[in-house]
């Protein structure tokens, strides 16, 4: 039951406090669309996104208007298509133009699931499909793609490690007039899980239903403005602070969440619970960290702050929600987050601080730009440091890394729109090819065997 203080409440935060409903995401199987031959499975696909996610653009729309909260962006998820296209790996870029088409013709802002799993194995089919993901990501528009190389149960997929760096460098190299946006709609992780709503990295699970809605949810700004309040508070009132706001952030994600799924007639399946950040001064992460005291992100104690940060808005959007899922937690992207963005100008944050954060956050490395003549042999030693971060703790994790063409250390590049700007970091410069060489896989840890 919602009362008029909670209505006031939502609206003060829209307006001020840059309180969005990042995304809707209707998650799609396509197994229904596999035919005899790949010209008439991608016909099948693009009429049945079409005909699902028709409504969707206009929905939100409706929703953002009626409930006066902003409603961002507008996506769909489908099976990875790398299952989809087993019988005929070659041509799966014929279901990811049919994708892309469906995307343009909706009006939706990205479309994810140009995906594989291969975290134990790579079939060769998979393979194949691998090595068409650079030319689908430069020749389309609102696609993206991931490939999930690890997980805690099964261990990290060397082989498909070393095979996703020559990915990520040619997505990069075709896209070079723009910085190498390809790489900025390619991810590779750890853990994958099947109900992400956010970008690059969504796909719709095999254990879903045919037809589901999925939230994502957001709220720097207000996390930030909660703890303005507070200046002088000890660390345990700090974290009570944000769990109350991540509580009310997730209760309006809740409620848009059901209705859509309801006007849709999809299933409702989860909120996911992460602060993603903007380029806009005010929707930072980062700032958050700073507003707990820690001067600049990147320096001492930084780590410290994101883990209470992000444990705390996962206690406060639990009890909120009865349907948490998806990533749920604290993304750090280097380009899309203006306090990020800042410190890395500054000098204040590198690669390695990076991937420490990544141990008590929820993602990973994301939209980080590196030298362009970084092997990929490094690119790929990058993944599986990640990889076994989120493998050893259970974790997903991911990298969204971008060898920007031509860039060296200290350049930047531009992408625009939510997907920001950001300086060129350094990489370590030691050979480190013979380990990403040896090829195999990396054992699963031993707390994975469980049963």
Same mark, same amino acid.
């Given at each position: 039951m919602y009362t008029k203080f909670d209505v006031l409440e939502t609206i003060d935060m829209v307006a001020k406090e840059h309180l969005d409903i990042r995304t809707i995401t209707m998650g799609i199987s396509l197994f229904p669309c596999v035919r005899g031959s790949a010209e008439e499975t991608a016909r099948a696909v693009y009429d049945l996104v079409c005909s699902r996610a028709e409504n969707i653009v206009g929905t939100a729309e409706a929703l953002s208007g009626e409930y006066g909260i902003p409603i961002v962006n507008k996506r769909v998820s489908v099976t990875p298509v790398s299952l989809i296209s087993s019988a005929f790996p070659e041509k799966a870029p014929l279901i990811a133009r049919a994708l892309d088409r469906a995307a343009e013709e909706l009006g939706i802002d990205f479309l994810g699931g140009y995906s594989a799993l291969v975290h134990?194995?790579?079939?060769?089919?998979?393979?194949? *499909?691998? !090595?068409?993901?650079?030319?689908?990501?430069?020749?389309?528009?609102?696609?993206?793609?991931?490939?999930?190389?690890?997980?805690?149960?099964?261990?990290i997929n060397m082989d498909a490690v070393g095979r996703m760096g020559h990915v990520f460098k040619r997505a990069a190299a075709l896209t070079a007039d723009a910085d190498g946006l390809g790489a900025a709609k390619l991810v590779a992780f750890c853990n994958a899980v099947e109900d992400n709503p956010f970008m690059a990295g969504a796909f719709h699970g095999v254990g879903e239903a045919d037809c589901v809605v999925n939230v994502g949810v957001s709220g720097p700004g207000v996390v930030k403005h909660a703890l303005e309040q507070i200046p002088d508070a000890d660390l345990t009132e700090a974290a009570e602070m944000i769990k109350r706001t991540a509580f009310k952030i997730t209760r309006a994600g809740q409620l848009i969440a059901r209705e859509a799924a309801k006007r849709l007639h999809a299933e409702f399946g989860i909120v996911d619970l992460s602060l993603a950040p903007t380029p806009a001064r005010g929707d930072s992460v980062a700032q958050i960290l700073e507003e707990l005291g820690v001067g600049v992100v990147g320096g001492h104690g930084t780590t410290a702050a994101l883990a209470l940060l992000n444990d705390a808005v996962k206690k406060g959007g639990v009890m909120a929600s009865s349907r948490v899922g998806g990533l749920s937690g604290a993304f750090i992207p280097v380009s899309e987050d203006i306090g990020m963005i800042e410190a890395a100008e500054a000098g204040e944050i590198n690669l390695d601080k990076?991937?420490?954060?990544?141990?008590?956050?929820?993602?990973?490395?994301?939209?980080?730009?590196?030298?362009?003549?970084?092997?990929?042999?490094?690119?790929?030693?990058?993944?599986? !440091?990640?990889?076994?971060i989120g493998m050893v703790n259970?974790?997903?994790?991911?990298?969204?890394?971008?060898?920007?063409?031509?860039?060296?250390?200290?350049?930047?590049?531009? *992408?625009?729109?939510?997907?920001?700007?950001?300086?060129?970091?350094?990489?370590?410069?030691?050979?480190?090819?013979? *380990?990403?060489?040896?090829?195999?896989?990396?054992?699963?840890?031993?707390?994975? *065997?469980?049963?």
């Open positions: 134990k194995s790579s079939a060769g089919y998979e393979k194949i *499909f691998m !090595d068409t993901i650079p030319e689908v990501l430069a020749e389309t528009k609102r696609l993206c793609s991931s490939v999930n190389v690890g997980s805690t149960r099964s261990g990076l991937e420490a954060m990544t141990c008590v956050c929820s993602v990973g490395l994301d939209m980080i730009a590196i030298p362009g003549d970084t092997p990929a042999e490094t690119v790929s030693a990058i993944l599986a !440091d990640e990889a076994a259970n974790k997903t994790t991911a990298v969204r890394i971008i060898p920007a063409p031509g860039k060296k250390a200290g350049d930047k590049v531009v *992408f625009g729109g939510l997907l920001g700007h950001a300086p060129v970091l350094p990489v370590h410069t030691a050979d480190c090819s013979k *380990f990403v060489l040896r090829g195999g896989n990396i054992p699963a840890p031993i707390h994975s *065997f469980k049963n």
